[in-house]
């Protein structure tokens, strides 16, 4: 390749906070994207799609090798987020199966749940290298960019007021979309520095504790495995809490040591192992926390199970269908709550809204 930015570049990055910041004449808002985050590098017809990490892409998602090939300028690098529209929303498990290592598969998939390119960015175009630019000039830069492309690399929305910013950040969580990110307008392109804003959406959910994974470095809990009832009486594994210092993580051994199931075939989740590799839903319609890592193969994903006995708030930014997107975050034990309460029905569940209506915008 020859470009004046060349790969790998590590993403520039947002850090949390709790609130919107105010409008002072120099931000702008952004939906907050639920996908993989990816730089583009074209250079004619060779294209390379960087990972956050640094790791390529390219060979999972041919389909928008072709797209850049076709929409996007023949010199550039584009920064954005591969998402998977399915209907009106994002589906991040569809998105997730696209890593495979299987090149049939890869090609199968390819074509059965196509992938689009939602830019955000841009750090280079033709030999102009804009890393060093302010955003204000780079968004301006990357419409113009754009002007050709079609429906698989997509332009985000961008709003200076901050209103409108707030009612985005209500109404587009129904498409998938998981809060708002703020950019100031004199912000060059800072490789992985966490030097813009993101807000996103807190709730709370009481879970039952029905395992624990154990540390990586060593015999302490790591993860405490959650769980949630459907309406046909199973329970689901729908994520993990794991936000614990470690003297705490070396307590918890003890403090669920009376709730240990020593046949795994006694726990709710005793069959994982029998249906382990058939899918998220582990081939029988209920998820299950024992599948293979999808990064990494070598991962243990093995769990000591618990009694179903335990209760714990936890609280949340939002579900991908049936689970938690993320880590889940420890509020308090809930002894007061019996575990069969814990059910989704105490989920709340965003307003569907049309994806098309925002990519419009």
Known sequence: MNLPVLPPVAPMLAKAVKTMPRQDGSLFYEPKWDGFRCVIFRDG????LGSRNERPFTRYFPELVEAVRAELPPRCVVDGEIVLIRGQSLDFDALQQRIHPAASRVRMLSERTPASFVAFDLLAVGDEDLTEAPFAERRARLEGALAGAGRSIRLTPVTRDEDRAAEWFEMFEGAGLDGIVVKPGDLPYTPDKRVMFKVKHER???CVVAGYREHKTGPIVGSLLLGLYAPDGRLHHVGVAASFP????????AELAPYRVERLGDHPWGHWAEVAGLGPG???GQRLPGAVSRWNAKKDLSFIPLRPELVVEVAYDHMEGDRFRHTAQFRRWR????PSSCTYEQLERPV??????ILAR
């Open 335 to 338: 002894p007061d709550r019996e």
């Open 282 to 284: 582990g081939g029988q």
């Open 352 to 357: 569907v809204f049309d994806l098309d209506d």
């Open 246 to 253: 470690m003297k705490r993580r070396e307590e918890l051994v």
């Open 45 to 48: 017809d060779e294209v390379y």
């Open 204 to 206: 709370t959910a009481d």
